[in-house]
């Protein structure tokens, strides 16, 4: 098996919205994403991208998209719902769905995956409200790729989750050297997989499909940031305070009530 080589330059980054983005090279997909369903979400993201030097700060507004005709599926209806999803927790049966397009090398995305994460899973996901599926991209480029790889390997052996948390140790990124075969091995044999098999994996046609799904599909949508999340198909973008994801969270249980009565 050849080295992967972690890359040592990053991307050209700016901030905004507690967003991370690529420029350049990073993301050249978001140009030819398909227009229309790009505008529906792409409208309904800058409905809600906080003011600048705002970001922590910004509420937890929820936005109602177009009106999809009869009979055609809402683009942003993307939960997958499957069972057995590695990369994914919560009951398939939950009546808020939490899409995540995050990237292991977004700052930000780390963030909230140490903080306001583990919020999140025991006041909702552990009683059965909320699921969370994952898309891991590649916006920050060739490291985020093999980390995103890594995080399907991971899955592969039911380690999804403790790698996921091992890379956002701290709300820091890991180094682009922790993506090295010699540290994602001695990463995976830490968290009781097997290294072998987890490098291995990571170079499987299972692996790079299920990333390609998860890239082409934020593709479509016009996701060229991270994080951004769609709860129960209204955007919400950015590591947004936990009181806000709270917020919203409520605001969509709270329908699923009104709706049952």
């Not at 993301?27 to 409208?43: D, E």
């Not at 009683?127 to 590649?138: A, F």
């Not at 968290?191 to 692996?207: N, P």
Request: one cysteine or more; a negative charge; hydrophobic letters at 40%.
């Amino acid at each position: 098996m050849t080295e992967r080589q972690p890359m040592k330059d990053m991307p050209d980054m700016h901030h905004d919205g507690g967003q991370r983005t690529a420029r350049g090279q990073g993301v050249p997909w978001i140009w030819i994403a398909p227009i229309p369903v790009a505008l529906v979400i792409g409208l309904l993201i800058g409905l809600q991208l906080p003011s600048p030097g705002d970001a922590a700060q910004a509420p937890a507004g929820t936005s109602q998209g177009p009106t999809e005709p009869a009979g055609e599926k809402d683009p942003t209806d993307v939960a997958r719902l499957e069972p057995g999803d590695e990369t994914a927790v919560g009951s398939v049966d939950a009546p808020v769905v939490m899409v995540a397009y995050t990237d292991f090398q977004c700052p930000y995305c780390a963030k909230w995956t140490d903080g306001t994460l583990p919020q999140l899973m025991d006041k909702y996901v552990d009683s059965g409200q909320l699921r969370i599926e994952w898309r891991d991209l590649d916006v920050f480029g060739q490291t985020s790729l093999v980390a995103a790889r890594a995080g399907q390997a991971a899955a592969m052996q039911g380690g999804y989750q403790a790698f996921h948390a091992r890379m956002a140790k701290g709300g820091s990124i890991a180094s682009a050297s922790a993506y090295g075969d010699a540290n994602l091995k001695s990463t995976a044999e830490d968290l009781g997989l097997d290294g072998d098999r987890f490098l291995s994996d990571m170079d499987s046609r299972q692996a790079k499909d299920a990333v390609e799904r998860n890239i082409n599909e934020a593709r479509s949508l016009g996701v060229a940031s991270t994080p951004v999340f769609l709860i129960n198909q209204s955007p919400f973008v950015g590591a947004q305070p936990t009181e806000n994801f709270v917020q919203a969270i409520d605001a969509e249980l709270q329908k699923t009530t009104e709706g049952a009565g």
